[in-house]
Structures are given as structure tokens and as C-alpha cells.
């Protein structure tokens, strides 16, 4: 599976666009992209996932590069309640298991 | 009603004792998982059943247990606890992972502390 790689920490204003990286340079032609994040003590909550077309829910928003090298989570307007580690997670689609990393600790500052 | 919930929230258990902690889901998914979040924050998965079948089971001491009596449900059994055992363990469910996109649904997680 491939791996992924994300900044440590990152601060965002409230009210602006949080934009979170993750690196996939190994990412096979059929793994797929998911994001998921954990607000403080709580369980793991999916966010969105995605193959090579951006996607949008009513979370967030999902870019993919062309390459599929690279992606980029981004909150349009971040609130207080955004604070949380983020995590970017590759995975076959039917694969039975998410294995997640040290993820992305997003602060929302007000 | 909680998609996934998990009894107890809180255990607080002596060293060698032996423990249990419940989980239930109400969506109708055919594969839960146990995943283990230690002080280092770092979430691991443990093991994972479909159809009460085990699929998955990574590198956990045969100290841990889990069972599925049906599909609804996954225990996981704990024998002579010890010390690093501490930790936060979240259940989660997903539908067939096998024919799906696999998201899963966490739920709030069970702190267990061993003295």
C-alpha cells in the first residue's frame, strides 16, 4: 500500500479556507484517496474519499492531482469545531482495513 | 441512536486481571473492526471480522480475544492485563469491504487504564 506524508501541525483563521497536503508519490493506478479526522478524545470520523476527480461534500472539498501524486483536503470555511488531526489514508477501494498515521493536527484559531 | 457504541466508556482494572469491552452496530454492516490508540496517539488497527468471520488480525498478543456471537456485534476479550495495555480502543463497522468503498464508522471509544 502506498504511503502518505503530511505536515505535523498547521494553523487556520476562522472563517478561511483550511488546505491540508498529503503526499502519495507511490500510489498505484487503483488505490484510492480517503481523508478522515479525530476531534479531540472522539472516534475517527470519515470525511471524503476520492480516485482522480476532485470530489465535494458537504465537508469538505478533495483535490487530486493529475499525477495522483499528491492531495489537498480543504475546509472552505474553518470553524473552531475543525480543530483536529486530519488524516490522509491510501488504500485499495474494497480493502478491509484503513491503517492510519501520525495524520496533520489542524488548529482553527479564532 | 448511536450507529456504533461501545460499553464501557471508562475501565479502570488492577494488572493480571482479565477484562471485556462490548461493541454494537445498528447499521447493518457486514465488517467491524478494533483499532487501539495508544498515549502516543498512534491508532492501530487489531483485528478485523466480517460476517463473524476473523479477516484480519494483526501482531496483538493471543492475551486479546475478540469474539462476534453475530454480525451486529464484536467483543474484544483482554486476559492478564498488563501495564501497556492502557490505552483508548475504538470499535468501528463498515459495510462489505470486499464490494465497497470502505468507509468506516468509529465509535467513541473505550478508555482502558491498568494499575
Known amino acids: 500500500d502506498a504511503k502518505t506524508t503530511q505536515p505535523p501541525s498547521m494553523d487556520c483563521a476562522e472563517g478561511r479556507a483550511a488546505n491540508l497536503p498529503c503526499n502519495h508519490s507511490t500510489i498505484s493506478g487503483n488505490e484510492y484517496v480517503y481523508w478522515y479526522r479525530q476531534i479531540h478524545s472522539q472516534g475517527p470520523q470519515y470525511i471524503i474519499h476520492?480516485?482522480?476527480n476532485n470530489e465535494t461534500n458537504e465537508m469538505a472539498s478533495l483535490i487530486i492531482t493529475e499525477d495522483r501524486k499528491s492531495s489537498t483536503l480543504i475546509l472552505p470555511h474553518a470553524t473552531l469545531r475543525d480543530t483536529a488531526v486530519y488524516y490522509c489514508i491510501v488504500r485499495l477501494y474494497n480493502n478491509n482495513d484503513m491503517r492510519f498515521g501520525a495524520g496533520t493536527r489542524l488548529t482553527v484559531k479564532p | 441512536d448511536t450507529a456504533v457504541s461501545q460499553t464501557p466508556k471508562y475501565l479502570v482494572t488492577q494488572m493480571g486481571n482479565d477484562k471485556s469491552i462490548k461493541c454494537e452496530q445498528n447499521l447493518g454492516h457486514d465488517t467491524m473492526y478494533w483499532y487501539k490508540q495508544d498515549s502516543k496517539k498512534f491508532l492501530k488497527i487489531m483485528f478485523s471480522?466480517?460476517?463473524?468471520?476473523?479477516?484480519i488480525n494483526e501482531t496483538v498478543p493471543n492475551r486479546f480475544s475478540p469474539k462476534s456471537p453475530d454480525k451486529a456485534h464484536l467483543n474484544l476479550h483482554i486476559n492478564s492485563l498488563e501495564l501497556g495495555d492502557s490505552a483508548v480502543y475504538f470499535c468501528a463497522s463498515s459495510q462489505d469491504g470486499y464490494s465497497g468503498a470502505n468507509v468506516l464508522t468509529f465509535g467513541a471509544g473505550s478508555r482502558l487504564t491498568v494499575l
Open positions: 471480522y466480517n460476517n463473524k468471520e476473523l479477516i
Open positions: 476520492g480516485l482522480k
